[in-house]
């Protein structure tokens, strides 16, 4: 079994960008300590960071006096620093009311690859293989997404919140919402989830242990695309912003259809 302790890190809030002063990559905690990084970094605004000595998964790491300027933000994991992609479906009981299907009795789960992976402010390509997209009905979802921070393996409910690394705190609601080209479609909350942070946690590390860098999609709420009459869906330059509270933020996302001429 793991340490039963929690993490002890120095920074509340991380951020992996490319600074203008060194053109090099580093990670940071904003200064300013209510700022929408995402939206910020989207508006062009300046994003200014006290440097993090040390790696994002390294619980040593140390937050120093040193400030940086945001030239551009990345995600906060690199490639290499993801271990795995593991998602919830159907976590949410009003999407599944929505979606017409029972609560499930235990977690839904997929993968998705590391490769499916984009960061902030990157456009969503839609695959020709996945066009018309009327027919193939690509959907947005806006999903709180857990960093693991330490290895997990056969945890309890009680201790699952010692191994998240990026986490906004023990808070048990967290809202989120889905906006797209300046229309909230999907405005929810966690305390719908069917599965907490908790409970998804201690499951996962059942079957096998959970490495730091692994990240969790838990699900995402009601007011997807493909379950409206009509439906909605991504298409070529659409605008598409997810939120989530408690300071984690926004992130925005264009849409170019593969064969089609990018909308600047």
């Known amino acids: 079994e793991t340490l039963?302790?929690?993490i002890?890190?120095?920074?509340?809030?991380?951020?992996?960008?490319?600074?203008a002063e060194t053109a090099q990559v580093h990670i940071g905690q904003p200064v300013d300590p209510k700022l929408d990084v995402g939206l910020a970094a989207w508006n062009r605004q300046v994003i200014k960071a006290y440097e993090i000595s040390g790696s994002v998964l390294d619980p040593a790491a140390q937050v120093t006096s040193s400030i940086l300027t945001v030239k551009e933000l990345l995600s906060p994991l690199s490639r290499e620093e993801i271990k795995t992609v593991r998602c919830l479906g159907l976590n949410y009981s009003d999407h599944a009311t929505e979606a017409k299907m029972a609560k499930p009795?235990?977690?839904i789960l997929f993968y998705k690859p590391l490769a499916s992976m984009i960061g902030p402010n990157a456009p969503i390509f839609i695959p020709k293989?996945?066009?018309?997209?009327?027919?193939?009905?690509?959907?947005?979802?806006?999903?709180?997404?857990?960093?693991?921070?330490?290895?997990?393996?056969?945890v309890?409910?009680?201790?699952?919140?010692?191994?998240?690394?990026?986490?906004?705190?023990?808070n048990d609601t967290i809202p989120l919402t889905c906006t797209l080209n300046g229309k909230v479609l999907q405005n929810g909350n966690t305390k719908d989830q069917i599965f907490?942070?908790?409970?998804?946690?201690?499951?996962?590390?059942?079957?096998?242990?959970l490495e730091p860098g692994s990240v969790i999609l838990t699900g995402t709420p009601?007011?997807?695309?493909?379950?409206?009459?009509p439906a909605?869906?991504?298409?070529?330059?659409?605008?598409?912003?997810?939120?989530?509270?408690?300071?984690?933020?926004?992130?925005?996302?264009?849409v170019i259809e593969e064969g089609m001429r990018a909308k600047l």
């Open 8 to 19: 002890l890190k120095q920074w509340t809030r991380l951020i992996r960008f490319v600074a």
């Open 156 to 170: 309890s409910e009680a201790d699952a919140l010692d191994y998240v690394l990026g986490y906004t705190g023990v």
């Open 105 to 107: 009795a235990a977690p």
């Open 196 to 209: 907490s942070v908790r409970q998804t946690v201690a499951f996962l590390s059942q079957a096998t242990t």
């Open 222 to 229: 009601a007011g997807v695309g493909f379950v409206r009459k």
């Open 232 to 254: 909605i869906v991504l298409k070529h330059g659409d605008d598409v912003r997810v939120w989530v509270g408690n300071g984690i933020g926004t992130l925005v996302n264009t």
């Open 129 to 154: 293989v996945a066009q018309p997209v009327e027919e193939h009905l690509s959907d947005y979802e806006v999903e709180l997404t857990i960093v693991i921070g330490k290895m997990a393996k056969n």
């Open 4 to 6: 039963k302790q929690p």
